[in-house]
């Protein structure tokens, strides 16, 4: 500045009464000031500029996740039972949403000016843009609630709100998320995310399950599967203002890794058809429930496994236990009459009956103070009139012949009362009672299947070792080449004579004529089971139960099928369950491509050459 | 501009270009500061701007018609505006009239316009000092009496501006007061004892009122309880740090949002500190700095020229614009207590501005005045205004 050369000149002139002096220490006091604050500026930015970054950035930056891809679920063939698609959430600011766009309102406003060449808006003209604006901003918001299939009334609801934030919409398509966003409505985002889709719906809804909210399996395989499934979501740095708004992203930490992809054994064109036929019998049949798997005899994979009643995970609305618990797998009931080849495999394997031994029954057979009874009194009959009659009796006769640790070793060994371990969540073990907690009669009784629990599944799976020669399998959800863990049970000789007899309870004289499929040869058992309620065993309500395999030359597949209290009239398992297993199994040996053992029950194609029987060729 | 009866308005072009610095800064500060701020409360990124525009407008056009007003007619009016400014003072305490913000009752609502009263004040408060010192020159320079007596009346206004409660704006009128009379040549033995009354009164008051307490102790190590009493200071502090050499760009600053409180008004500097960095701190320092420098050489020349209450005047707003504006700063950087003071031209406010950019007007008419008696003595004129 000027004045300061000209100091000395004025320092000359010092009138009475001068305080320049005090003035001088006034102005170097306020300007040491100044200097006091450029040094504590330097001390601030520059010498202890880390410890405060750091301290801003513990308070601005933020580690947040990005959720990773669930992966998909599908059956055998790769056909999807449950994807993640990505979804949008839609949301508003109802305060913004009410603001004025000034811009908006600007740009109108500039519209109607130009139109009439540039001359000045009036008061009245400016309201009357204001009214357009906000009309049109009503319009606006009616189109969207319309568009997101809310009630238009919840349009006066929200132009009247001054909160920050609401959920318009969770959850839904892109293509009407896009919609919205058209709109370009102040204060609605929308937001990305992803959606559990399950494609056949309640068909396979007891086995897949369903995620919750935040994509984490509550039921069935998604539940089982759920750390192979998600993936691991990753994370990403960024910056939130004071009120916890992310503001920018910095980097990314870990990029997310998707969740595997889950094959399951389910064909899902056999699960279809299971389903299918079984609502229609529950249906028919008035039952209260029912229950159908459907396993590969050679490798002991599930093809399918439905219930009635069902549900579907889409939806989930009056979503309760009862409709969502997968009976085939977590509810056990007496197998019946479904057991008793066992018996007689047991009883030929252990020599404890001779081949063609005969049996009297006479309808009735004392042990000690109870009595074991037949339907009918069948007279004298062998093994196989036992299983295709069904006789009590002769099952109960063959039993006590047999050793009790013997007797219980075999359905130990079939995997009655353990785990079949299919890796589905609250998976049932059934029930067998330790053999020397047993009397004769209890020995009687298991027999032809009362006083022991199965589940439909552990039902199927014994009958694996029927059907393989003796060989029983462990049990697959997931699709697998071969199983690992098979144990032989019974020797080949045997499991193919009772196998031969069980061929015989589909015969016309037989108690499940209805089993049979044009062109192969069924084995197979009825059982019709009293159910037993609190005061005893009831005489008014069954389980219709069927469990068999076809071909019976070289079976290929078992299916068990349990209906429980068939309440229409019929309740016989041959005549409740057994037309379910044929429909099923007719349909799964076509879907599975395979060969015919019976030529002479094939039905009759017509061509235009004539009469040709299909397959001829194989 | 023209007055009535002076053929014309000399400018002083070094203190209209500081001036003009700090209101620019100041001004495209407070927009980077209030945008998001504006879109909360209001829905528009706009409305602080706006505002801030219009008192900025308002400031000049008031401080160009007090340019208009003699200084001798201050002279004579001071003792009626003190007392004038007492009245605004119990106004604004009548419940109804006043308007609270944040727990004080600081504000007159005006047409939508919201003044500070005791901005107001603080303007009074030199005028009324100034011409007191001139008028009573010999029984200030020789007995207590005469320090006392104005000293009374500022400890009236004291006691009304700590009902409200404004803590700050009654320490700076006690500054400006104690500076005028020391710079009026009041006696030393009598400041010494002054000076230490006031420490106990001051010492007094803190202790009386918690609040304060926590304020003083919350200033001297924020990071003792960074949540709550440290939590403005702590945040304050981290825009400096964040802030380096450069800053992190205009706009670019996390910390005015919803972060540090009030940015757009007491805690502008920290956000210039971030946004702007060292330079920027530096640069506004400098221009405080320079503002205080130029105005008590208005003053000299004032002095020189023969115009006690004019020199007195300018040394009254040259004290009160450096001590507010090194209060404010040193607030913001951690080295003084929070006292609720506004940074001279640039943080937001309308009371504050207009008050502002009234005194300015008063030291560009003592400007005016003085240059034209040295321009009338033609020897004078070549030593103090070459511009």
Same mark, same amino acid.
């Given at each position: 500045m000027v004045d300061l050369r000209n100091r000395s000149n004025l320092k000359e002139r010092k009138p009475a009464g001068d305080f320049s002096s005090r003035r001088r220490f006034v102005l170097v006091f306020m300007m040491s000031c100044m200097i006091i604050l450029v040094a504590r500026a330097v001390d601030l930015q520059v010498i202890s500029k880390k410890y405060l970054k750091d301290q801003g950035d513990m308070r601005h930056v933020d580690e947040v996740s990005v959720s990773a891809y669930r992966g998909m679920i599908t059956d055998r063939t790769g056909a999807p039972l449950a994807i993640s698609s990505p979804v949008q959430t839609v949301s508003v600011s109802p305060k913004q949403l009410n603001a004025i766009d000034k811009n908006q309102l600007k740009a109108l406003e500039k519209k109607l000016r130009k139109s009439q060449q540039g001359h000045a808006l009036t008061g009245v003209q400016k309201a009357e843009v204001l009214a357009v604006y906000e009309k049109d901003k009503v319009l606006k918001v009616k189109q969207m609630l319309k568009i997101l299939g809310l009630p238009a009334s919840e349009a006066n609801k929200l132009l009247n709100k001054t909160s920050k934030f609401a959920y318009l919409a969770q959850r839904i398509n892109p293509i009407i998320a896009d919609q919205v966003k058209a709109l370009e409505l102040p204060g609605v985002n929308v937001e990305q995310g992803f959606k559990r889709f399950y494609p056949t719906g309640e068909v396979s809804g007891h086995l897949i399950g369903f995620t919750d909210v935040n994509d984490?399996?509550?039921?069935g395989l998604e539940r089982s599967y759920e750390n192979f499934l998600k993936g691991l979501s990753g994370s990403k740095r960024v910056i939130r203002d004071g009120q916890r708004q992310v503001i920018a992203d910095i980097e990314n930490i870990k990029e997310p890794v998707a969740g595997k992809t889950l094959e399951l054994s389910i064909d899902q064109r056999i699960q279809y058809l299971a389903y299918r036929e079984l609502q229609t019998a529950v249906e028919t049949h008035k039952a209260k429930s029912g229950s159908i798997v459907v396993l590969d005899a050679k490798s002991g994979e599930v093809l399918a496994a439905a219930n009635q009643p069902s549900f579907n995970p889409n939806t989930?609305?009056?979503?309760?236990e009862n409709l969502y618990r997968n009976r085939a797998i977590t509810n056990i009931f007496e197998p019946g009459s479904t057991v008793k080849p066992f018996v007689v495999a047991a009883a030929m394997d252990g020599g404890y009956i001779r081949p063609n031994e005969l049996f009297e029954t006479h309808g009735i057979f004392p042990i000690g103070t109870h009595m074991v009874r037949d339907v009918h009194n069948y007279g004298t009959l062998d093994a196989t009139g036992v299983l295709k009659k069904s006789s009590n009796v002769g099952v109960a006769k063959m039993a006590l012949k047999m050793p009790p640790e013997y007797f219980w070793d075999t359905y130990h060994k079939l995997g009655f009362g353990v785990s079949p371990g299919s890796g589905f969540p609250s998976e049932a073990s059934g029930s067998l009672l330790d053999h020397r907690r047993w009397r004769d009669f209890d020995r009687a009784t298991m027999s032809f299947g009362y006083g022991l629990s199965v589940s439909a599944l552990q039902l199927a799976r014994s009958y694996t070792a029927l059907a393989d020669d003796g060989i029983l399998h462990s049990i697959s959800l997931l699709k697998r080449d071969e199983d690992i863990d098979s144990k032989r049970v019974f020797t080949a000789k045997t499991a193919k004579k009772v196998r031969a007899m069980l061929e015989t309870v589909i015969s016309k004289d037989g108690t499940a004529y209805e089993a049979r499929v044009d062109g192969y040869r069924v084995a197979g058992k009825t059982g019709t089971v009293k159910k037993a309620g609190s005061g005893g065993y009831s005489e008014k309500t069954y389980f219709a139960v069927f469990a068999g395999m076809a071909p019976a030359s070289h079976p290929r597949l078992i299916i068990v099928v349990m209906i429980d209290e068939p309440s229409a009239g019929d309740y016989y398992g041959g005549l409740v369950s057994a037309p379910v297993f044929s429909k099923v199994m007719a349909g799964a040996l076509r879907i599975m491509e395979v060969a015919p053992d019976e030529e002479h029950t094939m039905p009759i194609l017509l061509t235009k050459k004539g009469v040709i029987r299909p397959h001829a060729a194989e | 501009m023209k007055t009535p009866h002076k053929s014309q308005f000399h400018f002083d072009t070094t203190l209209v270009l500081i001036c003009l610095a700090l209101l620019t800064i100041g001004y495209i500060m407070v927009v980077s500061s209030s945008l998001h701020l504006g879109l909360e409360m209001s829905g528009s990124v706009f409305s602080y701007p706006l505002k801030q525009l219009a008192h900025i407008c308002i400031g000049v056009c008031v401080g160009a018609w007090l340019a208009t007003i003699p200084m001798h007619k201050w002279e004579t009016a001071g003792p009626w505006l003190f007392i004038a400014g007492l009245f605004l003072l119990v106004i604004v305490l009548i419940p109804g009239l006043g308007v609270k913000v944040n727990g004080s009752v600081r504000w007159l609502s005006l047409g939508g316009l919201r003044i500070q009263v005791s901005e107001i004040v603080k303007i009074f408060a030199v005028v009324y000092i100034a011409g007191y010192v001139t008028r009573h020159q010999e029984s200030v320079r020789v007995s207590a009496y005469g320090i006392v007596k104005p000293l009374a009346l500022f400890a009236l206004a004291c006691v009304l501006l700590l009902l409200e409660p404004d803590f700050g704006s009654s320490v700076v009128i006690i500054v400006i007061a104690m500076g005028v009379m020391f710079l009026g040549g009041a006696r030393l033995s009598q400041f010494v004892i002054l000076l230490s009354f006031l420490a106990t009164l001051a010492a007094l008051l803190v202790y009386f009122a918690p609040y304060r307490m926590q304020r003083i102790t919350s200033f001297r190590d924020p990071w003792a309880d960074p949540l709550n009493s440290g939590f403005q200071l702590v945040q304050a502090l981290i825009s400096f740090g964040r802030g380096e050499w450069l800053g992190v760009g205009l706009g670019n600053g996390i910390q005015k949002l919803f972060y540090l409180p009030e940015a757009h008004t007491d805690f502008l500097f920290s956000v210039i500190a971030e946004e702007l960095g060292l330079l920027g701190v530096v640069v506004v320092i400098g221009l405080f700095a320079m503002l205080v420098w130029r105005i008590f050489k208005i003053a000299e020349a004032a002095e020189k020229a023969g115009q006690v209450f004019s020199a007195l005047m300018a040394y009254g707003l040259g004290i009160w614009f450096g001590f507010q504006a090194f209060v404010n700063m040193g607030v913001n950087m951690g080295? #003084?207590?929070?006292?609720? #003071?506004t940074l001279p031209?640039?943080?937001?406010g309308g009371g504050s501005m207009i008050s502002m950019c009234c005194a300015i007007a008063l030291l560009f008419r003592i400007y005016s005045e003085v240059y034209e008696i040295s321009a009338n003595t033609p020897k004078e004129r070549s030593r103090w205004v070459n511009a």
């Open positions: 984490v399996g509550q039921e989930k609305t009056n979503l309760k | 080295i #003084l207590p929070t006292k609720g #003071l031209f640039m943080s937001y």
